[in-house]
């Protein structure tokens, strides 16, 4: 079984072209929803053994992903390593622990998202895990779009799609330039 492909997200109907407004703050021509990718059961549990099997030497004891984005992939890596699964989400801007979620003091910790960009929200899942005492031993993101080696280095960190898509700041946007209407994915419904 070969890693995820650009043409296997086309093909599932997850690659979008136009001008994007990414979470990160930068704007790009095409845009990656993995949720559709994810939308097939047989799809994320594929995606989530490939990641377990990369990072298995890493021990972890837990996953944790933030929401929503990370929730299904990381579940799977979760269920392929037979770990455990927690997930962070934002309250008023800030990533936290909710719902009850517990990490016991020293837990290896394994995050696991779906698109890495700029890599900001994977360090605060990394900082929320480690005042609760976890040690976050690895990251895995089933899309890496950083343009960076080693985004988390020195830690581990695994993808199974490396995108060489260009983002631009706003200011030096092309299709701002161009005078071509930004759309935030994942923010208006489908027609
Ligand atoms: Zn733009």
């Keep these: 079984m070969h890693a995820i492909t650009l043409d296997d997200m086309a093909e599932a109907g997850a690659l979008l072209e136009g001008h994007f407004r990414l979470s990160s703050g930068l704007h790009s021509s095409r845009y990656l929803q993995c949720a559709v ?14 990641l377990a099997a990369r990072l298995r030497t890493a021990g972890a004891q837990l996953v944790v992903s933030p929401a929503l984005g990370g929730v299904i992939i990381g579940h799977e890596v979760a269920r392929a390593l037979a770990v455990p699964f927690a997930f962070t989400e934002r309250t008023e801007g800030v990533m936290a622990l909710r719902r009850g979620f517990r990490i016991e003091d020293g837990t290896r910790v394994l995050v696991v998202e779906d698109v890495v960009t700029t890599g900001g929200s994977t ?34 960190y695994t993808t199974l799609l490396t995108l060489e898509i260009p983002n631009f700041s706003p200011e030096s946007c092309p299709l701002c330039a161009a005078g071509v209407p930004i759309v935030k994915p994942g923010s208006r419904p489908r027609a």
């Design 123 to 156: 360090r605060e899942v990394m900082d929320v895990v480690q005042r609760h005492g976890g040690v976050v031993v690895g990251v895995a993101s089933m899309v890496d779009r950083s343009g960076t080696k080693h985004p988390f280095s020195p830690l581990p």
């Design 37 to 50: 990718y994810l939308a097939e059961p047989a799809r994320a549990e594929v995606a989530g053994r490939q």
